[in-house]
């Protein structure tokens, strides 16, 4: 429903919009006509699904209708604007793990392509889809932990109701579709997407109207983060439940505070760098023509000074998920806490300083190379720490290796790996030698894929009995794992091998000595997307009929755990009040959580492992 | 109420006339010693937005929850 | 039923460190804007610019930033009459720099530094995105002005108010530092 009365509300919008700049004079299917038109769209879009019935009224006097609620809407609160953290955060899980397997499929694309040196697609096209392929893996490692699980859990860590702007929460989701619909449409555009994912001018500023709808698309995405961050900083230090000191704070909850300062400060960055394109294209600006002082180089300091951050708002959350799960499922305290919290902000106070080490070619001037090179190293102390504390909870732990809790191994060591390249980026005489070949994308693969979305898929296994109050199988989840880890390391370590041996990235044919690997690697690729059909199958029975979830399936302490599967509206039955640390596991009397009100807390079931 | 309005009356004025008087060396700043004129002028924004965000902002407000404890 | 029973008060110093952060996040976008000023031009400044008109809008926001105070201590202490009076002045203050900015200011300019040039692109970034603020915030003091006359601030619960002043005083902020970066700074 909200999303017709959107779509309505936002063609009208667009043709108001449009139709005022053609009044004025412009050009039909001009830039400023589109820019203005898609403006008039946004606000019309968000006012049809809901922010006008059940906010923007109050503005102007009115009353605000109510919003779904769990009783009387089932399924379909899904479909409408919900306040709900957990309502927003099923919305988001679905949207992204949607958008993750768009993407994959395009790489599947992309891996067909390169089977042969001359390739199927025309070069054109073969652009569009790696640009598409680039810019959604982006979106979802930057939104689907945080916007997903990070929603559903955050609050319900902390012992909250909500979060702390519900309605504002509402927002930082409704943006999203807008986006994937401008992708979508601009990707089936004449030129297509040329420039891949980071835009770089002049290419991206020569580009036609397609170009354009990407451009708009990135910065209303980013938008939604900030707004996202904002929540989550609000949340975290306002709405813990009584007794929740920052001490006692889950790492999860962490990682998701430090993400979302990253967001909230860093995202304006590259908004700021798209805008700038956009008035280049629009009003005829003048920020990156070589000649006005600009320049390309002006735009790469811009977008890296956001886009090194940012891959901190991708794995920051996946290394808060890597200990949440290494410490409930090694049944010990974690090991170093106040390390792993210091850890998490070191990697955030350190993050705003080293953006220049994806320049080190690019022209720029050379004294910067070394105190760049410097203090990219630097991050990997902090990095380091935490697998230390990692290592140190599983050591000598009383392991279970569920599902969950071998996604959490499998990131371990694909990180280790990509960590470990990731030195060679950061040495300037390396990286000149490396720089553009395979070797990045596959390192680049290593943290992000083998990491953030190992710890995707772990949280989601970990969570889904919390979510759906239904068991999945465990056998189809270890398939899942086993396939998709072997493939996976099967799949980017030639990459790296074959950038060394000179495979450019961003080309749509290459030599055809490198034919045989490329073979292998896509061939890798295949089965690595073909294992996430186990997991939607998987998905898909347990959601029909799996097993009925118990409220603690595996006896964990933290509070998500210590109410019904599914939580009911407003997430506990009782008041919570916080006595203890989260994870003293096999401490003598040690609780984290003790109802205040004398109301019984659900009881815990027997282990169904 | 801690402060009677004739207070605040006053220090707003206050506000309002200091402001007007960086904003004044500002300009002559600038036009007069145009080769130094940069931290000059960085130092007398700073100062301005020091004293916009603790009087007009009340910046110190934003970490003071305790009047507004839960239940 | 944790937190169920927030109060209002609570309720109130959330959305102030939500304001809080907002402006912070703000304030990104023109330090990415200054820092492009001088990335692209340094201390370059033509001589045309229009000192006198840049003292007078200067001013003008200042002035209002000053009404806008007087506004929010009004309201503080239940003098409605007083509060709506201050707040139309500002609103009116405000519309005087946008009109400043936009019918003298922006055609003056388009002569000596075309949005073409690396001078002009910074003038026009820079007074265009803090034009687009003012705007925005004489639209929610706009907003606020309609409920301060329904009646709907009380002594207690005037945050819509509050909140609206205090992003004023941020664009007033912003305006701080684009006034010096873009007619003092250098010769
Ligand atoms: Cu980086």
Redesign the interface.
């Known amino acids: 429903m909200s999303w017709i009365k959107g779509l309505l509300f936002g063609i009208v919008g667009f043709v108001i919009g449009s139709g005022l700049m053609l009044l004025v004079g412009q050009r039909r299917a001009s830039e400023p006509m589109v820019t203005v038109g898609y403006i008039f769209f946004l606000v019309a879009w968000l006012l049809g699904v809901g922010v006008w019935d059940h906010w923007a009224r109050g503005w102007f006097g009115l009353e605000n209708k109510p919003t779904p609620t769990f009783k009387s809407h089932g399924v379909a609160r899904y479909f409408a604007f919900s306040t709900d953290h957990k309502v927003i955060g099923v919305q988001y899980l679905v949207t992204f793990v949607a958008l993750l397997l768009l993407a994959g499929a395009l790489a599947m694309v992309i891996r067909l392509q390169l089977l042969q040196p001359t390739g199927i697609l025309d070069p054109q096209t073969y652009n569009t889809v790696m640009s598409m392929h680039g810019i959604i893996m982006i979106a979802v490692a930057v939104a689907a932990v945080i916007g997903s699980l990070g929603n559903y859990f955050v609050p319900l860590l902390i012992g909250a109701e909500d979060m702390a702007f519900p309605r504002l929460n509402a927002l930082s989701y409704w943006l999203v579709p807008p986006v994937a619909i401008l992708l979508v449409v601009g990707s089936l555009l004449p030129g297509g997407f040329t420039s891949g994912w980071r835009v770089y001018p002049p290419l991206a500023e020569r580009g036609g109207i397609s170009m354009l709808l990407f451009l708009i698309a990135f910065l209303t995405f980013g938008l939604s983060s900030i707004i996202g961050g904002l929540n989550f900083i609000v949340t975290i230090i306002r709405m813990r439940a009584p007794g929740m000191t920052w001490g006692r704070l889950p790492i999860f909850v962490w990682s998701i505070f430090c993400a979302s300062l990253l967001s909230l400060i860093f995202t304006q960055f590259v908004a700021t760098a798209l805008l700038m394109e956009l008035l280049d294209r629009v009003v005829g600006m003048a920020f990156f023509a070589p000649d006005q002082g600009g320049g390309a180089i002006l735009y790469q300091h811009i977008f890296w000074f956001y886009s090194h951050p940012a891959v901190y708002v991708m794995i920051i959350p996946g290394f808060g998920l890597l200990m949440e799960i290494v410490a409930h499922f090694s049944r010990k305290p974690l090991f170093g806490y106040k390390y792993a919290v210091g850890a998490l902000l070191g990697i955030v106070g350190l993050s705003g300083i080293v953006w220049a080490h994806h320049m080190f070619t690019s022209g720029m001037q050379d004294f910067l190379t070394a105190p760049f090179m410097l203090s990219t190293e630097l991050i990997s102390i902090p990095t380091g720490l935490v697998f230390l504390v990692t290592l140190g909870t599983i050591w000598q732990g009383k392991l279970r290796l569920t599902t969950p809790m071998l996604f959490a191994l499998g990131f371990l060591f694909n990180f280790t790996i990509g960590g470990l390249t990731g030195i060679f980026n950061a040495d300037a005489p390396t990286d000149l030698q490396l720089h553009n070949t395979y070797w990045i994308v596959g390192h680049f693969h290593y943290t992000i894929m083998g990491g953030e979305i190992f710890a995707f898929l772990a949280g989601i296994y970990y969570w889904f009995p919390k979510i759906t109050g239904r068991l999945y199988s465990e056998r189809l989840g270890k398939l899942h794992f086993g396939i998709m880890f072997v493939a996976f390391n099967l799949l980017y370590a030639p990459m790296m091998i074959a950038g060394l041996y000179g495979m450019n990235r961003h080309v749509a044919t290459y030599p055809p000595e490198l034919n045989g690997i490329n073979m292998f690697i896509s061939i890798a690729g295949f089965v690595l997307g073909s294992s996430f059909l186990v997991f939607i199958y998987n998905m898909a029975t347990a959601l029909r009929r799996g097993a009925v979830a118990a409220a603690n399936p595996w006896q964990l302490r933290t509070l998500e755990w210590q109410t019904s599967s599914p939580p009911p509206e407003h997430n506990f039955s009782y008041a919570v009040r916080v006595n203890g640390h989260p994870y003293d596991y096999g401490v003598d009397d040690s609780t984290h959580v003790a109802p205040a009100t004398g109301a019984p807390m659900p009881a815990a079931a027997p282990a169904a492992e | 109420?801690q402060h009677g309005?004739a207070a605040?009356?006053r220090q707003?004025?206050m506000?309002?006339v200091g402001?007007?008087i960086l904003?004044a060396l500002?300009?002559w700043?600038?036009a007069s010693h145009?080769a130094t004129?940069?931290w000059f002028?960085?130092l007398?924004?700073l100062a301005?937005?020091v004293v916009?965000?603790t009087?007009?902002?009340?910046?110190g407000?934003?970490?003071?929850?305790e009047?507004?404890?839960?239940? | 039923m944790t937190v169920a029973a927030t109060t209002l008060k609570y309720q109130i110093v959330n959305r102030r460190l939500g304001l809080w952060l907002f402006m912070v996040s703000e304030s990104m976008i023109f330090l990415a804007l200054l820092a492009s000023r001088f990335y692209m031009q340094g201390t370059n400044r033509p001589a045309e610019v229009n000192q006198t008109l840049g003292l007078i809008i200067t001013s003008i926001l200042l002035l209002s930033s000053f009404t806008a105070n007087r506004a929010e201590v009004a309201i503080a202490h239940g003098d409605r009459s007083s509060f709506l009076r201050l707040l139309l002045t500002t609103i009116g203050l405000g519309l005087v720099f946008l009109a400043g900015v936009v019918t003298i200011e922006w055609p003056e300019a388009l002569h000596f530094a075309p949005p073409s040039t690396g001078y002009g692109t910074a003038f026009f970034a820079l007074t265009g995105m803090h034009a687009f603020h003012v705007l925005t915030g004489v639209f929610i003091l706009a907003l606020a002005f309609l409920k301060g006359r329904r009646g709907g601030y009380t002594v207690d619960d005037h945050w819509g108010a509050e909140a609206s002043i205090v992003y004023w005083h941020f664009v007033d902020v912003i305006w701080v530092f684009v006034y010096p970066t873009l007619y003092l700074v250098g010769s």
């Open positions: 109420m309005t605040l009356l707003g004025v506000v309002f402001l007007a904003t500002e300009f700043v600038a145009s004129a940069l002028l960085a007398i924004a301005k937005v916009i965000g009087y007009f902002m009340h910046a407000q934003v970490f003071r929850g009047e507004g404890e839960r239940e």
